[in-house]
């Protein structure tokens, strides 16, 4: 097994350690990938406006699961645990304790390859790992790696030393991006949920006023809030919204933000789910109590309004995305319809559903509940009464699925 082991300060954790991660992982064949926020580094003391251990933990959680290898990407706190100071060296002896066998790569920028022996132990170092240094820019080429490289070899035979440059990389350093996100810019050179995870803790010393962000803020404050793997979802049911609401000649801004936040609760647990709803004075039902997994319709439509301020129209067209109910809205139809038909859906009748959502929205919305209640019943779970009843209401207002 080949195991990278990928640490630094991650101060934040941005596009230019994303692509060293995904080339390093592709350029050695990892099986495995460990990073490491690294507590108090030796070689340098951070700056003032470093956020608490938690958030860089979580920070360099979401740049793992930005990366979308699961099986291969893992975060490590042994660094972050580890009383008194961090030592490179320790780390790799903890890997190695937990790996008997694995071949360790240690991978690294230019600036740390270029003062590896000056290190803590470097021997120790070199002994237990092969290093990888990746160059940050085009220009970090062989004539700077060179020089060291042959140093090292000389100076501790038997080191196995690689490098690789990454291609077409985002050239920001950590210092300038704290400059900039204190300004209130810099978002592009971030993941987006990583970008929302500053956003929604303030760090860094941006002070967004999360009631009004701008819809690329809103993206990324939402994409913060799910997996990776969520996002592709939410963009579709975004577009789709958008476009729907066109057609329909509903409100384009309130579809397309109602679009961005509506799945931002999915990955709640129960406890969490039902804090929410008391906290906001929303009542369960009893369907709801034992399965609360049920609620992030309503827990959504709670974060969107009061955390950030969307208005009733937003608020009621999320809540109501998962169950339907008799007699809603165009925008609730819309964002309803846009959930179960958004371009990367797959199910058989799926067609026929985006067919009938540009023909008659509200055939596509008895589409949408019947296709539900049928699944439902399939799967032998019990049906949301409001389901049952939007589509009475639908039936008793004439609406068919014919034609
Ligand atoms: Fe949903
Ligand atoms: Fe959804």
Not at 50 to 65: F, N, Q, S, W, Y
Not at 139 to 159: C, I, N, S, T, V
Not at 209 to 220: G, M, N, S
Request: contains cysteine.
């Amino acid at each position: 097994m080949k195991i990278g082991i990928y640490g630094g300060t991650f101060n934040p954790p941005h596009l230019g350690h994303l692509a060293a991660a995904r080339t390093a992982v592709d350029a050695l064949g990892l099986d495995r990938l460990i990073i490491i926020p690294a507590a108090i580094p030796p070689h340098k003391q951070l700056p003032q406006s470093t956020p608490a251990p938690e958030h860089r933990l979580a920070m360099v959680e979401k740049m793992a699961d930005a990366l979308l290898l699961p099986e291969t990407v893992k975060v490590s706190s042994l660094e972050l645990d580890r009383p008194g100071k961090s030592y490179t060296s320790d780390t790799l002896e903890e890997i190695r304790a937990q790996h008997p066998g694995a071949e360790l790569w240690l991978l690294m920028g230019t600036d740390m390859f270029l003062t590896l022996h000056r290190w803590h132990e470097p021997e120790r170092i070199l002994e237990l790992a092969g290093v990888c240094a990746f160059g940050r820019t085009e220009q970090d080429g062989e004539e700077l790696f060179a020089p060291q490289r042959e140093h090292l070899r000389k100076a501790y035979p038997g080191a196995k030393i690689t490098t690789i440059t990454l291609p077409g990389l985002v050239d920001v350093s950590s210092t300038r991006l704290r400059e900039l996100l204190a300004r209130g810019e810099g978002g592009e050179y971030l993941p987006p949920s990583i970008y929302g995870y500053i956003l929604r803790n303030g760090l860094y010393g941006t002070r967004a006023d999360l009631k009004h962000l701008d819809v690329p803020e809103l993206r990324a404050c939402s994409y913060s809030m799910v997996m990776e793997k969520r996002v592709r979802h939410i963009r579709g049911t975004e577009e789709e919204a958008v476009r729907l609401a066109r057609r329909w000649g509903a409100d384009e801004t309130h579809a397309r933000r109602a679009g961005i936040l509506h799945d931002c609760t999915k990955y709640r647990t129960g406890a969490e789910h039902i804090a929410i709803c008391q906290r906001y004075g929303v009542p369960l039902d009893e369907l709801e109590r034992t399965a609360p997994k049920l609620l992030h319709s309503k827990t959504g439509a709670c974060i969107a309004r009061h955390v950030f301020g969307e208005p009733d129209e937003v608020y009621e067209a999320i809540f109501w995305h998962t169950t339907a109910k008799e007699n809603m809205t165009t925008l609730e139809k819309i964002l309803y319809v846009a959930d179960y038909m958004e371009p990367n859906r797959a199910f058989d009748g799926v067609e026929r559903l985006r067919q009938l959502a540009y023909r008659d929205l509200d055939k596509a919305l008895l589409l949408g509940v019947e296709i539900t209640v049928e699944e439902m019943r399939q799967r032998q779970l019990p049906v949301h009464s409001n389901t049952l009843r939007a589509q009475a209401w639908l039936r008793e207002h004439g609406v068919t699925t014919e034609g």
